[in-house]
């Protein structure tokens, strides 16, 4: 007889404890054992919350290296079935090797369950008989129970009433968080609204601009008193910057309280000043010129100006919650999760480095379905794009969606923006990108040796193929890989999927209450038309035009839950769950690790001089995944 020695390690998570009986069976290459049940001297206490237990497995001969292990749980006479959740199992063999099987998974019925040994294989290396067979059972049932879900893109709460004054407005501002605090201070100053298109929750419009569109006739006269410079010589020393919000165009508001509500599509021109400062020179609020669509300049009267702001700061919200929000972090993350679930087993490299990117992303997407975007949700009903312009928006932004502008460096380049000052989005997501980057260049690079093992491994191609095809829709305009055909583009993807569900997603979440919880600033709906002509504004129009005071309220309490950190926040880098055993992947994640807390601590001494820090992109953060 020979034994092995069996260490479960049951997971510390609410709720983990199981009283069942537990079984287990060992697999290897020469054989495997009987089913065993696992006794020792903490008797029920032996599969509790955290708990630690070793046990004894005898064979008759060695069955030679592990290849996985069967667990079962059995309900004790009378007593219930109880959930289980174990992290994983270390088993020692008689020859003195040790095997690390992860697990990490509730186990939730009396059915037996197996679980692979932890070292990564691709599936042309799955060699074992039962190996093969229980990877294609895994991905079997993942298949069932992971589905993509259609977007259908083709086909004082109560109080109704509008704001009395600013005053009242400002009673209802009723939680302030330091930047929030800012935001309210200085929602009305040039100088903040262009820094919003650099570090605030939407840096991703902006763009240098070469010429003027033909639909925004902007004069240097209109913009240039006394002929002090032309725009011709600003654009050429790169100093003019366009905002486009052509995606809003036509797009058909909503119905609010009974009352029409109203969406602009504007055009913003921008300048950098000789101190480095990005602000507005002109504001028109449709796409078509007209009589009645006048252009807006900073010196207009004080309410022509402003509403004009107030009219983009709507805009804004909108695109920034359907397109830069929820599809380009949100929904795409889910393609990712789900492509991922349906196509890769645990075994699989690939599976091991991105799990924890993919952490309570379905959860949190069904939510938002329900809650958000469904026909009764919060942004359906109190924002301006709600219902049938919804669907428009996510339309459009789904046709205008590339790769390059999901790969921060690309998409930097593409909009001319290398050399901005003071644009801290950028500079700290290209280092967390490069940082990413260089992590997955070891992890893969370390499985896959060269291109070839890339092509023949076809579970990673299926992987990709349903990105492709239920994701972008099968459009090769999107610049997204059908196949991966060598092992730079797939660490590219790769890097691109870790920093979409990770650091985009904070940079584009994580200042919503800082950015948004002062409604003037960024209104989730405006109720009144766009003057068409000047000199007809005042602090009454504002107030008018602002949404009720239900709107306001919901959207308020909608962006403070959604930008609000979880209670079991897991920072970008951190892996509770250890899914992988090699030396190698282990010590490049300790690595990772180890350059986020350099970058961390960069961002820590470049804030300490800044008079409005750039918190959304420091590692500590940053979570791993799309959870909220």
């Known amino acids: 007889m020979v034994d092995y020695e069996v260490t479960v390690f049951t997971g510390s998570l609410d709720h983990a404890t199981t009283y069942n009986d537990v079984y287990i069976k060992l697999v290897g290459t020469d054989g495997e054992s009987h089913r065993t049940r696992l006794i020792d001297y903490k008797g029920p206490l032996a599969f509790i919350k955290g708990a630690v237990s070793s046990f004894t497995v005898s064979c008759s001969v060695s069955i030679g ?49 197996r679980f692979r040994e932890g070292t990564a294989l691709r599936a042309f290396e ?24 259609e977007l259908k893109l083709e086909g004082l709460a109560n109080c109704k ?55 925004f006739p902007v004069t240097d006269n209109m913009v240039f008193l006394h002929g002090q410079s032309s725009l ?59 009589d009645d669509n006048p252009i807006f300049f900073p010196t207009d009267s004080e309410y022509d100006w402003l509403m004009a702001k107030i009219f983009v700061r709507s805009a804004d919200f909108n695109i920034h919650e359907l397109n830069v929000h929820l599809l380009r972090t949100h929904l795409l993350a889910e393609v990712f999760t789900v492509s991922l679930l349906r196509n890769v087993p645990m075994v699989h490299p690939l599976y091991k480095l991105l799990i924890p990117h993919t952490r309570y992303t379905l959860q949190i997407n069904i ?20 219902g049938e312009g919804m669907i428009t928006i996510l339309r459009r932004s ?57 092509k023949q491994d076809s579970e990673l191609q299926k992987w990709i193929s ?31 999927v870790i920093f979409t569900s990770s650091a985009q997603h904070a940079a584009v979440n994580s200042g919503q209450y800082d950015f948004d919880g002062w409604m003037p600033n960024a209104p989730s709906s405006l109720q009144r038309p766009p003057p068409t002509k000047k000199g007809t504004t005042n602090e009454n129009t504002m107030l008018d035009t602002f949404p009720d ?26 892996y509770p769950t250890h899914h992988f055993t090699e030396e190698t992947p282990c010590k490049l994640m300790k690595e990772f690790q180890e350059r986020l807390e350099g970058f961390e601590a960069h961002v820590k001494a470049r804030n300490g001089n800044l008079g409005v820090p750039y918190t959304y992109l420091n590692p500590v953060e940053v979570e791993n995944s799309v959870s909220l």
């Open 232 to 290: 011709g010589e600003e654009m050429k020393k790169g100093n003019i910057f366009l905002v486009d919000y052509k995606l809003l165009d036509g797009v058909k508001p909503n119905v609010i309280n009974r009352k029409k509500q109203y969406l602009m599509a504007p055009l913003v021109l921008l300048h950098k000043t000789p101190q480095d400062q990005l602000m507005p020179l002109a504001i028109q609020l449709k796409q078509t010129p007209a």
């Open 161 to 215: 009433k509008k704001w009395k004054d600013m005053h009242h407005l400002n009673r209802a501002f009723w939680h302030k968080t330091h930047m929030a605090d800012y935001v309210q201070k200085h929602w009305k100053e040039d100088v903040f609204f262009g820094y919003q298109y650099l570090n605030g929750i939407n840096p991703m419009l902006i763009r240098r601009c070469t010429a003027l569109p033909s639909n």
């Open 398 to 454: 789904m046709s205008s969606m590339t790769y390059s502008s999901l790969c921060i460096p690309d998409d930097i380049a593409e909009r001319g923006l290398e050399d901005v000052p003071n644009f801290h989005y950028r500079d700290d997501g290209l280092r967390l990108w490069h940082i990413i980057n260089r992590f997955v260049q070891g992890v893969l690079g370390y499985y896959y040796k060269n291109d070839a093992e890339v």
């Open 367 to 386: 939510m938002a379905r329900l809650l958000l975007i469904s026909k009764t949700g919060v942004f359906t009903e109190y924002a301006a794009s709600g």
């Open 549 to 574: 005071v239900n709107t306001t309220v919901k959207g308020m309490a909608t962006v403070w839950l959604l930008s609000k950190q979880s209670t079991d926040f897991v920072p970008l880098g951190q």
């Open 126 to 149: 799955d060699n074992h008989h039962l190996g093969r067979y229980s990877r294609e059972k895994e991905l079997k049932w993942r298949k069932k129970e992971y589905r993509m879900i």
């Open 466 to 496: 349903d990105i492709f095809v239920h994701g972008f829709l099968s459009k090769k305009s999107t610049g997204i890989p059908q196949s991966f055909t060598s092992v730079a583009e797939l660490v590219k993807f790769v890097t691109m």
């Open 65 to 113: 290296k592990l290849v996985l292990i069967e667990l079962d749980k059995q309900r004790f006479s009378l007593f219930p079935e109880e959930d289980w959740f174990p992290a994983k199992v270390e088993i020692t063999s008689p020859e003195g090797d040790t095997y690390t099987v992860p697990i990490h998974r509730w186990i939730t019925d009396s059915e037996v369950h």
